[in-house]
C-alpha cells in the first residue's frame, strides 16, 4: 500500500506572547493567524498521512493544528527550553512526528560511547532530541526517525563536495579541518548521523521498514549524508587522525529522491542570504519503494529567504510502497 511521508521545517514556530530567542522577536496574533493558516494550506498540499517538523516550539499549538487536519496521533520526546531570565523566551527548538497512523511506539537515542571514542570526546548532546517511533500501517510497522542536525548557516570553514568526491577524499580534508577546530558544528552534525546510522543499523535487523525526516543542515554530498546512508562509514576508526581508508560502500539507507520513479527537478530546499542548498531529506531504508517525489516550494520563488509567517524552508513529500 501506498503512504505519503513528509518533512516541513516550521520556521520559528511560536505562539504569541512567547519570543524566539530574545525577547523582541515574536509573533502578534494577527501575524500568527496568517502563519498558522498558511501552515494548514501547506498540509494540505502535502496531503500526507507522517509529517515530520523541525523549529517546533510550541509543540500544544501545533498538535491541535495537526489534529484539526486529521492528523490523530502527535508526539514530541523533548520540550523547548525558556530562558532564566524571562520565561516567555524559548532558548531552544524540538522536532514533532504528526501522524495519521497509530504510533505504538515513541522514544528518543541515548547516547553511544563508540561514538564518542570515534571523536574523542568525554561528553555529547544532541542539539535537538530526535525522534524515532514506530507507526502501525494495517500489518505493517515503520520505524520513523525525525531529526533536526546542527545548523550552521552557510557551512562556513566546511568544504564543499561534489558526487564525484570519494568519502576517503572527504575525510582527508574534514578531520585536519575538524583538529583545527574549524568545524565544530560539522563534527556536532557528524557525531549526531552516527548515533542515527547506528540505531538503524541495530533496528534494522528486526524491522527493515525503516524511514529517516528531516533536516540535515549540510549541503549535497556532504560526510553526514554518507553517514547516514552508508555502512561503509562504519569502518572509520578516529576522527583524530587521518588514515589511509579503503572503504567499500555498503548502501543501508537511500535518499528517497534518487529512489523515486516520478519526480520533477530537484531544487534547494532552503536559502540563506540567497544562497540555496537541499537541507531537508526523507532517507529510506531499500526494501521500500518510493514512488512519487514532490517538493512543495512556491513561497521561494518570490522571496528566497523566506517569510517569518510562511517558511523558509520549502516541505518534501515522498510517496512510499511498503511490501
Request: aromatic share 12%; hydrophobic share 35%.
Amino acid at each position: 500500500m501506498n503512504i505519503k511521508v513528509g518533512t516541513f521545517n516550521l520556521f520559528q514556530f511560536v505562539e504569541p506572547p512567547y519570543s524566539w530567542y530574545i525577547k523582541k522577536d515574536k509573533f502578534s496574533q494577527e501575524e500568527w493567524i496568517k502563519k498558522t493558516s498558511w501552515i494548514k494550506e501547506q498540509l494540505k498540499l502535502m496531503n500526507c498521512d507522517v509529517v515530520g517538523f523541525q523549529e517546533v516550539f510550541s509543540q500544544d499549538a501545533l498538535k491541535e493544528l495537526t489534529k484539526q487536519l486529521g492528523y490523530e496521533y502527535f508526539y514530541c520526546v523533548d520540550t523547548a527550553k525558556v530562558s532564566d531570565q524571562n520565561k516567555n523566551v524559548y532558548i531552544s527548538t524540538t522536532v514533532a512526528l504528526a501522524s495519521k497512523y497509530p504510533i505504538v511506539n515513541i522514544d528518543t537515542l541515548t547516547i553511544n560511547n563508540e561514538i564518542l571514542n570515534l571523536f574523542e570526546k568525554d561528553n555529547f548532546e544532541f542539539s535537538r532530541l530526535p525522534i524515532k517511533a514506530t507507526i502501525k500501517v494495517k500489518n505493517k510497522k515503520i520505524i520513523t526517525y525525525v531529526f533536526h542536525l546542527k545548523s550552521n548557516r552557510l557551512n562556513e570553514y566546511e568544504y564543499k563536495f561534489n558526487e564525484n568526491n570519494t568519502i576517503e577524499e572527504k575525510l582527508n580534508k574534514i578531520i585536519p579541518s575538524l583538529n583545527r577546530g574549524n568545524s565544530q558544528a560539522l563534527e556536532q552534525r557528524l557525531m549526531e548521523a552516527y548515533h542515527i546510522c547506528f540505531d538503524v543499523l541495530k533496528t534494522i535487523k528486526k524491522n527493515k521498514n525503516i524511514i529517516l525526516i528531516g533536516d540535515l543542515n549540510d549541503r549535497q554530498n556532504s560526510l553526514c549524508i554518507d553517514v547516514l546512508t552508508n555502512k561503509a562509514c562504519l569502518n572509520i576508526n578516529s576522527f583524530k587522525k587521518v588514515n589511509q581508508y579503503n572503504l567499500k560502500e555498503d548502501f543501508i539507507m537511500y535518499d528517497s529522491y534518487e529512489k523515486a520513479e516520478t519526480k520533477s527537478k530537484r531544487e534547494p530546499t532552503s536559502f540563506y542570504k540567497t544562497i540555496g542548498n537541499i537541507l531537508d531529506y526523507i532517507f529510506v531504508s531499500k526494501d521500500i519503494k518510493v514512488t512519487k517525489f514532490e517538493q512543495f516550494n512556491t513561497h521561494l520563488k518570490d522571496n528566497k529567504d523566506g517569510s517569518l509567517l510562511q517558511s523558509d524552508h520549502a516541505q518534501i513529500v515522498s510517496t512510499i510502497l511498503l511490501n
